[in-house]
């Protein structure tokens, strides 16, 4: 694991679906430590418009990145841009020309959380003296990430969001966007998600972040140069991912069957084959370690543990009673690490009526990123209610002048 | 840790509670490997009657031990075994003179599964040359300790069993022995458990073992002489644990509730002050690791995960139709990882009307630990129809004759 490059050249303004980087200065964060010259890794799709209203915020989860969906390949982007804007996203099909985020007439943006390493700066990073911050990086909290944010909103001119939408640890993100700065969102998206870190998740997190820390290859945090927690990250990547499953579902695609041909009774279990379960969960770890910075992945599941929509705001239902936003509130019926009821919980609290809405799938909590069309009919239903809402608005100011 | 010492000498006949040792041979394994001079250890509760068939076999789970209940204090014992018989045990009240395993009636034996740490020859036991197995203990299945098992039965002179009662890894070893030696077998409980390992157990059973196995103190499994993986065996526990209990549990106990004064918001996530689930978790991790072997733990866990009572049996229901014992099989009502639905396959498979009972807790797996009242209830009405059966039976052949 090498520490994360200075931000490249910005690719072209109508650059869809390729990464760009904003300087947002530095930021104070919650607990009273300044990061200096902070870097906002994004991505954006379709235009600004002239009143800068447009504008659908989406926020990824604890290990997703800026790449949504893919872009559009144009004439004056380079090699790199155009293999970076053909790449399939984790939503594909949800953001695009024509898709239910419509990338003709909204104008999208996804940000690389703080903390991250696609892009955003985080342990990763320079710090000031050139070397990566590694055990320096402070803690940050899913506030600290939304006032990143809310500093590039204003580098890029938006002034309004017609929805903030995040899933998982996105919508952590979301919901904190609505409660923090209710004058500017217009719509709040928090799918599988929930108000507060519960106690079981911290269960989880807890441990995950013990299995990076114990590796020795940790160093404290600053591995950076050498090959870094490799082991411990994986064991942290098979733990969220069996939460991020439904048992049913790991149940009926793997069972007990064996790898392959590899034989799981054997004579010691050091040199036994695997089941087919323990080959996809060496897979899924595979993939990640090397795709993901271990010092990152502390970073993010410690702010999600710091998840709180209500610090410092009261109730659940006094802090929801200052947001002025269409919600769409949804949870995957067979989640086991997002339970539905905390999806319940936030619709119950929310001003007006609000519903909880079911994604039906066997997968458990992954079933936001595998139930598009799913999602895609809820956000449809949400954007026209939104759409409805603002004519009836301005209707009735019409009516009224 | 250290190695197990070789078996102690043998306390009276009558001390129950206390433990016992049994030196049964060589034992081949289900892979066909000789494990010689095997050692079973063992308690006992009450006499085995004339016609040695007043027998409840009561099977630990993953990391039980065979201290099931209180002993009786009797004047020959010795102030080690006082002390031991003294000490509660992990169902309390439920075995003991009037309990219901009544110990004025039955005679109940508890022994150390194989590969275990408390008495049975396990990893750390001498191997022939007298170092410990360590890297050299062969893989063990339920079915390779319930063999060893039923040597033991034969020479405490034991002819039948009334009950076999085993709850989560406990209930797999109970059924194994229902389907291997139906003909010793009148009453099978199953708790809290399943047929078979199922691809979500897999999963979580293999990230346990590869935190064990990732530990640098793990030494290839040769670490005897020094502490041991303890970090890695702390965190395979805290994922042990977190199934254990249910998510609602959790989040009504602890929520995110700091520990004491400690403050899990500060400036480095490295110094930050824990959660009070996080500081449950490292309290179980910790008394864990001081009272269990790793090597076994990796054992049994290995054996759990070889579980399927079908294996060269044909079908469920086949496997279960040669079978003629009274089933009680029950499940807790929040198990999030032996789930209800586990425990109403074996009903409906089992031969007869066999009924899967709920034993209601908002705790999830171990409410088979917890909620001992239902357990006794549930107990009473299984020996109560065995015992009726029992006398139709008799009054059957009086009839006949």
Known sequence: MTAQPLPLEQPGPRADGVLKYARIGELTLENGQVLPDVTLAYETWGQLNETADNVILVLHALTGDTHVSRGVVTEEMDDAARVAASHEGWWAGIVGPGCVIDTNRYFVLAPNMLGGCYGSTGPSSPAPDGKPYG???????????????????????IRSLRYVIGASL??????EWAATYPELVEGCAVVASGHSATGDQLAWAQTQNLAIRSDPAWAGGDYYGSEGPVAGLGIARRIAHTTYRSAPELNYRFGRQPQGEEKPLADFNASRGRYEVESYLDHQAEKFVHRFDANSYLAINEALMTHDVTRG???????????HCNWLIAYVDTDR???????????????GNVEAHAIRSPCGHDGFLIETDQVE?????????????????VGYLMAGA
């Open 135 to 157: 055990s320096r990086f402070p803690q940050i909290t899913i506030r600290d990430s939304v006032a990143a944010e809310r500093i590039l909103l204003d580098q890029l001119g």
């Open 170 to 175: 996105g919508g952590a993100r979301s919901i």
């Open 313 to 323: 705001r009261g109730t659940l239902k006094q802090t929801l009673g200052r947001t």
């Open 337 to 351: 690490l997002f339970f539905p009821s905390e999806s319940m919980i936030i619709a119950a609290e929310a001003p």
């Open 377 to 393: 009919a809820l956000l449809r239903r949400a954007f026209a209610e939104q759409d409805e809402r603002l004519a009836r608005s």
